[in-house]
């Protein structure tokens, strides 16, 4: 088995998915995006009734999953979220009271499981970003049933999402690095000089790799 050579997590709309379009072009990598089966829209069934959390969650975890398995058959994928941060959504919803208590034990039961069969990373990237520009950046882009969820739900994510480096540092027992990226600034990636120094951080832990030239050079 390969290994995935970088994951990045973040809240929605944090910038994350910007983050793995330029590390695959300017760097190389294949993208695993994230994708869910979901037949049945339980995100959709969620967001108007919150009964469909725990459904939910189990299907985006195996998915998860098997994604995690399907990026690690070779050394050159990218993640795009991984089964880590849909930890941080059901615990969310336990603290809520969208999950029972029998709820939660399945879901953990399940996950620790899973996770044994998971190798980490060569680097995981965190995407911050604040809590402003992340509510401007989701009505901006004017997806429906994000902005039907409403502040309150955002804002409870994105608390949740604040140790999200501890969580992962204690299910990996610390075996994998770690680079944080501000991405509050909306300029970033429209600013080369920072763009450029970024991906000289990022080219330092994959030496063998150079920097591509992007579409505009």
């Given at each position: 088995m390969g290994q995935i050579q970088i994951i990045v997590e973040g809240m929605t709309a944090s910038g994350k998915s910007t983050i793995v379009s330029l590390?695959?072009?300017?760097?190389?990598?294949?993208?695993?995006?994230?994708?869910?089966?979901?037949?049945?829209?339980?995100?959709?069934?969620?967001?108007?009734?919150?009964?469909?959390?725990?459904?939910?969650q189990l299907n985006f975890l195996v998915t998860r999953?098997?994604?995690?398995l399907c990026a690690s058959?070779?050394?050159n994928y990218i993640l795009d979220r991984s089964i880590?941060?849909?930890?941080?959504?059901?615990?969310?919803?336990y603290k809520d009271r969208y999950f029972r208590?029998?709820?939660?034990?399945?879901?953990?039961?399940?996950?620790d499981s899973l996770l044994r069969y998971v190798k980490a990373p060569k680097l995981f990237v965190i995407v911050r970003c604040n809590f402003d520009e992340i509510m401007r950046r989701i009505h901006?882009?004017?997806?429906?049933?994000?902005?039907?969820?409403?502040?309150?739900?955002?804002?409870?994510?994105?608390d949740a999402y604040m140790p999200f480096l501890d969580l992962v540092k204690s299910e990996l027992h610390g075996e994998v690095t770690f680079y944080?990226?501000?991405?509050?600034?909306?300029?970033?990636?429209?600013?080369?000089?920072?763009?450029?120094?970024?991906?000289e951080d990022i080219r330092a832990y994959f030496p063998e790799r150079r920097i591509l030239p992007g579409h505009e050079d």
């Open positions: 590390l695959s072009e300017r760097l190389g990598f294949d993208v695993m995006p994230e994708e869910f089966r979901d037949p049945l829209d339980l995100l959709g069934r969620f967001h108007h009734d919150r009964k469909w959390a725990f459904p939910m999953f098997a994604q995690y058959e070779k050394d880590f941060g849909d930890k941080v959504y059901a615990m969310l919803y208590d029998s709820q939660l034990g399945c879901y953990l039961t399940l996950y901006d882009r004017g997806r429906q049933d994000e902005i039907d969820a409403g502040e309150e739900y955002w804002r409870s994510l994105y944080e990226l501000e991405l509050s600034d909306a300029s970033f990636i429209s600013t080369p000089s920072k763009v450029d120094a970024f991906l």
